[in-house]
């Protein structure tokens, strides 16, 4: 009933300790294949923790034996192999902590305490073991160690600035205090808590539940409700019907105390509409019942009462309840008393009373253990002050003699240096006149550098501060400007009107942006990465982007692959900008004919040229072209509009890349620009031209989603990655648009549906059209994993899920079949 809400924070939205090297001057994309590989198992291990502890056991052996591997062959360095082994003893530590094997739990952690002090003493990996030590020890009783360690790793948290670990670290300490009743210090600390960190609804509902609860105990009913209040919006945020019942039903006992009868009856109608849809909150309906019975009888309706409370504890050995039922064994007592029913009474006050000295001999422990923690604490405290006085006077005498021996080592040095100061007069006198020159000369230099300096400081902020400041309202107008897109109520010509207010908008953030790229680099802030890339991919991507650009003028688009490697290492998305650019720059300025990008291998790396037929630039311009806010003229710039920042930014770029731009061009006769890059190549093999089709870019795409809060969210998530989206509200109105239309991708939102027959009926149809599918769903009774994977969908991707997982296992489904494995069906499972 008034169990505490703890904290499920060991595991649920840590940072990946297997990534610790990186956190000490290692970007991701350094780390060895190794490290990359433990990371990846690491993260795979936490999501199954809370799910399936065996499962996370076993993959926690296996962390185990990578790490020993690691260790064995040199393959990472010293440091890394420690914190390596470390974090997997800790993940199997906990999975051991889920199972109750306590035993094995507190040797793992102990020995990956060892290890982290010798890899990365006061790292947040440091700070999670101390969390561990001290569960275990609060598990056997220990609450004396238990609150060192949870001091030790709030220490830790607050000095590396973990403000969600320091915040979490400070509810266990509330917790401890709740235990032993001491409840202004669980107001405490909860308070602390959520001053440190109050973004997540997990933390937010257990900070709110308990301090209701303590609020409850001090016999402050109003503030508990409003506490309660609270803890409900976080329980809504985090959909789960099993915790906002369980605060109903608490909220609904404080009503019952402040004498709001009616309001109380309502609140847990609310909670028993939750229990009675079944799942995870189905097995807290005893609870309502009970409360329904006390409200019931301060009704007066004791028969009632009676009644509700008998199927409370329907199936439940009286001799053996927990907890939790011990106020509902209270008001049973007095409930069959009033009706007479002297043994059920009788029973009932047996079990309270065995509940009751359980409650009181816990609390006592935990109280006095903690009063002589506090104890030894404040002694600590005074030997450290003893000892510092101690110190102290020591410290004076020191400082005396110190100060005695500074001055006469003052006076040596004061007589040496009048000395040698008579011997250089002479030739600092005849050397002035020509220093003071010098210095003048100087003093004018420095004053013309730093206002120089100063100059192109204030062009630099400006050009950022500015684009910035564009930027932000900017992307407010194209996000309404979509959601206006996505209300299919907007007649014809309004929605044309809104489609040019967004196409605007896209070409003036296109020019901000540029703007900004320009204002980093010339600040020295534009980095570039290297990392592995599929050259054919990226190339079909960027030419695809601007195929309808193309054919909206009639221009022909075409690519050529010659020996270009398939895969190579450089900054993918700096040569993709690179590329759209001098594609951007070609379609634009050619009114009719075509446009070729020929790519071809060499043996110094590869050669991106970008041909033309349209109007050419005159020699004498060449250099021109590529300065900052530039074009070949003024009448170019008047007929053909643009900032003539495409080209500076893409010679900028290329020459980070370790390559060039260089132009050949007559006026009239139209331009090739040619991207010289030394890129490595990566395996054997050479890229082909991939199909426009088979990249999820050029996918026309209908979704399947019946709520409309969704649509814009989805809307603006889909469409920078597609060519298209559409949006149907039910699977009869998906199957008319599949008739009036074609899509390449169908995604069908599982619970949009009328249930497994309507999914078979979209999937049919897309089959039929050629479409791919994808089954977006959370598995419940109506629709289990079975029969979502024997729907015939070509993928499916179980909820929750983020919205990077969705993007990547959307474009998963675009890869080549060798890519896929033996079936050419990829599932994937992101929850």
């Not at 500015?466 to 907007?490: C, F, K, W, Y």
């Not at 379609?587 to 990008?597: A, E, M, N, R």
Request: with cysteine; net charge negative.
């Amino acid at each position: 009933m008034r169990a505490t809400i703890l904290c499920l924070a060991l595991l649920i939205g840590a940072a990946p300790a297997g990534a610790e090297p990186a956190a000490h001057g290692q970007t991701v994309a350094a780390q060895s294949p190794v490290i990359k590989a433990f990371a990846a198992k690491v993260d795979a291990t936490k999501q199954a923790m809370m799910g399936d502890p065996a499962i996370a056991r076993k993959s926690a052996e296996d962390l185990l034996r990578m790490a020993d591997t690691m260790k064995r062959d040199g393959s990472v360095s010293a440091r890394d192999a420690a914190i390596s082994s470390a974090t997997a003893r800790w993940l199997l530590a906990e999975a051991y902590i889920f199972l109750n094997d306590t035993p094995r739990a507190k040797s793992l952690v102990a020995e990956a305490l060892t290890s982290i002090q010798s890899g990365a003493p006061g790292s947040k990996l440091n700070g999670d073991l101390l969390r561990s030590r001290a569960t275990l020890a609060e598990m056997s009783g220990d609450v004396q160690g238990a609150l060192k360690d949870y001091l030790s790793a709030h220490r830790i948290f607050r000095a590396i600035g973990e403000a969600r670990s320091r915040a979490i670290a400070l509810q266990d300490i509330g917790n401890l205090y709740l235990e032993a009743a001491d409840f202004d210090r669980v107001q405490s600390y909860y308070s602390q808590s959520l001053e440190a960190y109050s973004e997540d609804p997990w933390l937010n509902l257990a900070t709110y539940n308990n301090r209701g609860q303590a609020y409850r105990e001090q016999g402050n009913f109003a503030k508990a409700e409003a506490e309660y209040g609270l803890a409900l919006k976080a329980a809504r945020q985090l959909e789960s019907q099993l915790l906002e019942a369980r605060i109903l039903t608490n909220l609904a006992e404080t009503q019952y105390e402040l004498g709001k009868l009616d309001q109380a009856l309502a609140t847990l109608a609310r909670a028993e509409s939750l229990v009675a849809q079944g799942g995870e909150a189905a097995g807290w309906h005893p609870f309502i019942l009970g409360v329904r019975a006390m409200v019931e009888a301060k009704r007066g309706d004791t028969e009632k009462a009676g009644q509700l409370m008998s199927a409370a504890f329907a199936g439940q050995d009286l001799a053996k309840t927990e907890m939790p039922f011990r106020e509902l064994h209270e008001a049973a007592t007095g409930i069959y008393e009033t009706l007479g029913e002297r043994d059920a009474a009788l029973a009932h006050l047996k079990a309270f009373q065995r509940l009751d000295r359980e409650a009181l001999r816990l609390t006592a422990s935990v109280s006095a253990q903690l009063m002589s923690a506090q104890f030894d604490f404040a002694n600590q405290n005074l030997k450290i002050s003893e000892l510092k006085q101690g110190q102290l006077q020591r410290d004076i005498t020191i400082e005396r003699q110190r100060g005695e021996f500074r001055t006469r080592l003052f006076i040596a040095l004061g007589t040496a240096l009048l000395i040698i100061f008579a011997m250089l007069a002479f030739g600092y006198v005849s050397i002035r006149r020509s220093r003071n020159q010098v210095r003048a000369t100087n003093v004018e230099l420095s004053a013309s550098n730093v206002a120089l300096e100063k100059a192109l400081k204030a062009r630099t902020d400006f050009l950022a501060t500015t684009s910035h400041e564009i930027r932000t309202p900017l992307n407010g107008v194209l996000g309404m400007a979509q959601v206006l897109l996505a209300d299919r109520r907007l007649t014809k010509d309004t929605r044309e009107r809104v489609e040019l207010l967004r196409g605007a908008g896209e070409t003036m953030k296109t020019l901000v942006d540029d703007i900004l790229d320009v204002a980093k680099m010339e600040a020295g802030d534009m980095p570039v990465e290297s990392e592995e890339v599929d050259l054919a991919r990226l190339i079909a991507d960027c030419v695809g982007l601007w195929r309808e650009a193309a054919a909206g003028k009639s221009l022909a688009l075409d690519c050529v692959l010659e020996n270009v490697p398939a895969r190579a290492m450089t900054d993918g998305g700096r040569l993709r900008q690179i590329l759209s650019n001098l594609l951007s720059n070609a379609i634009k300025f050619t009114p009719q004919g075509s446009v070729t990008l020929s790519v071809s291998g060499t043996a110094d790396g590869v050669v991106f040229a970008v041909r033309d037929t349209g109007i050419g630039i005159d020699e004498t311009e060449h250099a021109r072209i590529f300065e900052a806010f530039t074009q070949a003229n003024n009448s170019t710039t008047r007929e053909f509009s643009g900032t003539g920042l495409g080209l500076a930014i893409s010679q900028r770029l290329a020459r980070a890349l370790g390559g060039d731009i260089a132009v050949t061009s007559t006026s009239g006769e139209g331009s090739c620009f040619t991207l010289t890059l030394p890129l490595q190549a990566i395996g054997e093999g050479y890229a082909e031209i991939a199909e426009a089709s088979d990249t999820l870019a050029h996918a026309a795409v209908l979704l399947i989603e019946r709520n409309i809060a969704n649509h814009a969210l989805m809307r603006m998530l889909l469409a920078p990655e597609t060519r298209t989206v559409d949006i149907a509200f039910s699977a009869e109105n998906a199957l008319e648009q599949m008739k009036s239309a074609h899509f390449d991708h169908i995604l069908i939102e599982g619970a949009s549906t009328g249930g497994i027959d309507d999914i078979r009926a979209i999937i049919a149809a897309a089959e039929a059209a050629g479409s791919k599918t994808t089954l977006l769903a959370a598995p419940t009774e109506q629709l289990g994993k079975a029969e979502m994977f024997a729907a015939g969908a070509d993928q499916v991707i179980l909820k929750p899920v983020g919205a990077a997982d969705l993007i990547a296992g959307l474009k998963a489904l675009y890869a080549a079949p060798a890519d896929r494995g033996e079936d050419n069906r990829p599932m994937r499972i992101a929850s």
